[in-house]
């Protein structure tokens, strides 16, 4: 008796014989039968093609040649072996082959993600690793989500216990890996579950960069700093952007008084816009506070609110801003003394010492470096009275410097100011530094003008895109950008703007008395010799 294998593979032997026998006898009708479908796969194209006003006509002649076919002698026969011919002709080329399907976005970018994770997240003396070079992303990716251009837009991932999630350099470079692969052009928000050993990841949409200086719906005391994310913040404000007004969530500081962070520290990277949010802030502050600028980079970013109403004085030189600095040191004093004695006489403060003071300075370090040269008082050592009481003065100091000169910042200025902004695409490190806090975002490589982040006291950082206020004095400045800024100022000024035109000469004096002239208003006087200005308020 054979054995149960030789049966088999005899059985499969004849079965393979009988398939290729039939394969050999029906490929004839199964070229016809190609054939066939081309042909009428062709004559319901050509139908549809054919208008509707010609579809009768078409009908009987093809009705009539039929007709003519089937009276012929032997014409049915003749017809139906044409016929046969031209399908076998029409189906002799193979069947083509699929196009081989496209390969799954999931399986090539999340593969690709996962190998790259692998080195970072898996352990050598794991035995049962979440991440190996054998493994499949499917295993530890619980979620993901693409845009309509194929971009990872959301992802969760799980990692091992023993990964140390709390340290930010082992984070770092996680997120680096992970924006690697994802895309370096998009801003990733990174949520670290630390209990349940999870990371969300989230691609953030970019903020909007056509929101040009206006006048905000604030109060007095509130500075809008820039605008962020909808879930950012619980409060909208209408500005108008591109021609229409819309609701946008903006990153309010809030000053005065009863303030907890009174003072705010920008720093940023060259070319990122810090200059533009001291332009800013000094345009939204003008209406209720006076102000005093010191340029300590000399450039003249701040020169058109040179004599403008509100405006003591613009100092650009180390002369000039150490007497600025020495007299707002002098007037925080003075105030002090003018609300202790009102409120011990519980009378009214007087006018002059409750009407805020802004003290603005850019890039204070290049005239510190320049006072250490010429054995000068550092301008920022003059800057520690208002700062730590400059609240209770009505005192606000504002300081915008460069990134990379925040070692050069003196330990009393970094300590006081914890209102802070960073613009421009710092590392985690800087971010960490400038902000006080890590950042749970990272960065986009290469970011518009005016986007950072900003940190209010103990709060979250929060995403930031700074209204563009350019100089109106720089002539490269898109006119419209410039109009803006012109429109915020107090007054006319010939340099920025047209001069108003000249009333024509009357023929003769006029019959009526003379009217006296009105009052000229006198400009502040910030001398440099004199050790103390006196302040007025100005209306």
């Given at each position: 008796m054979l054995p149960l294998h030789r049966h088999l593979s005899k059985g499969r032997e004849i079965a393979r014989t009988a398939g290729d026998h039939a394969s050999d006898m029906f490929a004839p009708l199964s070229v016809i039968g190609r054939g066939?479908?081309?042909?009428?796969?062709?004559?319901?194209?050509?139908?549809?093609?054919?208008?509707?006003?010609?579809?009768?006509?078409?009908?009987?002649?093809?009705?009539?040649?039929?007709?003519?076919?089937?009276?012929?002698?032997?014409?049915?026969?003749?017809?139906?072996?044409?016929?046969?011919?031209?399908?076998?002709?029409?189906?002799?080329?193979?069947?083509?082959?699929?196009?081989?399907?496209?390969?799954?976005?999931?399986?090539?970018?999340?593969?690709?993600?996962?190998?790259a994770l692998t080195p970072y997240l898996c352990g050598p003396d794991d035995a049962n690793p979440m991440y190996h070079f054998e493994g499949s992303y499917k295993d530890v990716f619980s979620s993901w989500e693409f845009d309509g251009e194929g971009r990872l837009s959301r992802l969760e991932l799980g990692y091992p216990a023993y990964f140390t999630d709390t340290e930010p350099a082992a984070r770092a470079r996680i997120e680096q890996v992970v924006q690697g692969k994802a895309g370096r052009a998009r801003e990733y928000r990174f949520d670290w579950d630390e209990e349940s050993n999870r990371l969300r990841i989230t691609a953030l949409a970019p903020l909007p960069t056509d929101v040009v200086a206006q006048r905000f719906v604030a109060a007095p005391g509130e500075i809008v700093l820039g605008f962020t994310d909808e879930d950012g913040t619980a409060?909208?404000?209408?500005?108008?952007?591109?021609?229409?007004?819309?609701?946008?969530?903006?990153?309010?500081?809030?000053?005065?008084?009863?303030?907890?962070?009174?003072?705010?520290?920008?720093?940023?990277?060259?070319?990122?816009?810090?200059?533009?949010?001291?332009?800013?802030?000094?345009?939204?502050?003008?209406?209720?506070?006076?102000l005093v600028v010191v340029d300590g980079a000399g450039t003249g970013e701040h020169a058109c609110l040179v004599n403008r109403p509100g405006v003591h004085t613009v100092e650009t030189s180390l002369h000039g801003a150490l007497a600025a600095l020495e007299w707002a040191a002098q007037e925080t004093e003075r105030r002090l003394t003018a609300l202790n004695a009102a409120r011990r006489a519980g009378s009214t403060p007087p006018e002059d010492a409750t009407r805020p003071l802004w003290l603005l300075l850019d890039h204070p370090t290049e005239l510190s470096e320049l006072a250490q040269a010429e054995g000068r008082p550092d301008p920022q050592d003059l800057l520690e009275l208002p700062l730590r009481h400059g609240r209770a003065a009505r005192v606000t100091v504002v300081i915008a410097e460069d990134v990379e000169a925040r070692d050069r910042i003196t330990p009393t200025v970094r300590s006081t100011t914890r209102a802070r902004v960073v613009l421009g695409p710092a590392g985690p490190d800087e971010a960490r530094a400038a902000l006080g806090a890590p950042l749970d975002i990272v960065p986009a490589a290469h970011a518009p003008v005016g986007r950072g982040y900003a940190r209010i006291g103990n709060g979250a950082p929060a995403r930031l895109q700074v209204p563009a206020t350019v100089d109106p004095l720089d002539d490269e400045a898109p006119a419209s950008l410039r109009d803006a800024v012109i429109a915020l100022l107090p007054h006319r000024d010939t340099r920025t703007e047209a001069a108003a035109g000249v009333p024509p000469r009357p023929e003769r004096p006029p019959l009526g008395a003379p009217v006296d002239p009105a009052p000229q208003t006198r400009p502040v006087d910030l001398a440099k010799g004199e050790p103390m200005i006196r302040s007025r308020p100005i209306s």
């Open positions: 066939m479908r081309h042909h009428a796969a062709w004559a319901k194209g050509r139908w549809q093609t054919t208008p509707k006003e010609r579809r009768g006509p078409t009908l009987f002649l093809t009705a009539a040649m039929l007709v003519g076919i089937y009276l012929l002698p032997h014409g049915l026969l003749f017809a139906l072996v044409g016929l046969m011919a031209s399908a076998a002709w029409a189906g002799r080329a193979p069947k083509a082959p699929s196009a081989p399907a496209a390969p799954d976005v999931a399986d090539v970018k999340l593969g690709a993600l996962y190998a409060r909208t404000i209408p500005v108008t952007q591109g021609g229409t007004t819309v609701q946008q969530p903006p990153v309010v500081w809030r000053t005065g008084p009863r303030s907890s962070e009174p003072h705010l520290l920008a720093l940023g990277v060259a070319g990122y816009g810090t200059s533009s949010l001291l332009r800013s802030i000094a345009l939204q502050a003008l209406p209720y506070a006076d």
